[in-house]
């Protein structure tokens, strides 16, 4: 039977969500048995294939026109999205930027901070644009959502587990306990 392909990325976030996710333990190499791993931050593919994954895998909010076409490819990719942790799911806390708006949150950051001596914002073409920070689903359509700051390991295991199964994951009871 042929593995089934799996990505992730991970938008604006702490990647507290990938280190929930190694968190497995042992567990990850029963998962290896089932799936093999194409783009992930843990890997040196950066985007899905173009012939596509059976499950991508998104943690981090939307906040830059970067985020956005990462969000797009991985939908555009992936047979079945999850959005993995609360920056994913809901924003996160990377939303409060849109308070303040982007401009001013980044000159906080790198002008008027106590530790910047001589700042500026950083600008380049390479650099994506920040926009109204929000959560994945008002960019793309979700398949599975996934919350928690972050998520447990037994609860990405259980939402991997079930797909793996051909089953969409019902979180409820445990799988779906903030610690």
């Known amino acids: 039977m042929a593995k089934i392909k799996v990505a992730s ?7 507290g969500c990938h280190m929930s996710l190694l968190d497995i333990d042992e567990r990850i190499v029963t998962l290896l048995e089932h799936v093999e791993l194409r783009a992930t931050p843990i890997t040196d593919l950066k985007h899905p294939d173009k012939d596509g994954v059976t499950v991508g895998i998104l943690t981090g909010a939307v906040n830059n026109t970067t985020n956005k076409a990462v969000t797009e490819q991985m939908r555009d990719r992936c047979q079945i999205l999850i959005a993995l942790g609360d920056c994913a799911v809901f924003g996160g806390i990377v939303t409060m930027r849109n308070f303040v708006g982007a401009d001013e949150a980044l000159r906080r950051a790198y002008i008027e901070s106590e530790s910047t001596v001589d700042g500026k914002i950083p600008m380049s073409p390479e650099l994506g644009r ?13 398949d599975v959502y996934l ?7 037994d609860a990405i ?11 969409m994951p019902d ?5 779906l306990k903030y610690d």
Do not use: H, M, Y
């Open 9 to 15: 990325d991970w938008l604006a976030a702490c990647a």
């Open 130 to 142: 920040p926009i109204e920070t929000c959560a994945v689903d008002q960019v793309v359509p979700v």
């Open 147 to 153: 919350p928690g700051c972050p998520p447990s390991a």
């Open 157 to 167: 295991w259980f939402v991997l587990t079930e797909l793996l199964a051909g089953r």
């Open 171 to 175: 979180l409820k009871d445990e799988n």
